[in-house]
């Protein structure tokens, strides 16, 4: 199994930075897609970023966010720059269960607890 501990959210002004981290361990594969979702208050889960051979972005945060993986130290972050109010979410990191890439939530089969991202106006 993959554990996934996410941390850095907190609460933040509209046009501020932070940046989240994802400490993964257990059997993870550096060939296994990894990335972040995020889901507001009555909303859906949305796919935020991913990264397996190449990066991917939602085109909501496309030029904002950065994903980056590190797989020496098996973690994952994301630079989240410009923040604005609707970017708040619960922010899970994700990891995928199978080789290869989608952005359904269902393709991944280990989940982080979740870090809060609170951006005020």
């Known amino acids: 199994q993959v554990q996934l501990v996410e941390s850095g959210g907190g609460l933040v002004q509209a046009g501020g930075s932070l940046k989240l981290s994802c400490a993964a361990s257990?059997?993870?594969?550096?060939?296994?897609?990894m990335g972040w979702f995020r889901q507001a208050p009555g909303k859906e889960r949305e796919f935020v970023a991913g990264i397996r051979v190449i990066t991917h972005y939602a085109e909501s945060v496309r030029g904002r966010f950065t994903i980056s993986r590190d797989n020496a130290k098996n973690t994952v972050y994301l630079q989240m720059n410009s923040l604005r109010p609707e970017d708040t979410a619960i922010y899970y990191c994700?990891?995928?269960?199978?080789?290869?890439?989608?952005?359904?939530?269902?393709?991944?089969?280990?989940w982080g607890q979740g870090t809060q991202v609170t951006v005020s106006s």
């Open positions: 994700v990891h995928a269960g199978t080789t290869g890439w989608d952005t359904d939530p269902s393709w991944y089969a280990y």
């Open positions: 257990g059997r993870t594969l550096s060939s296994y897609a």
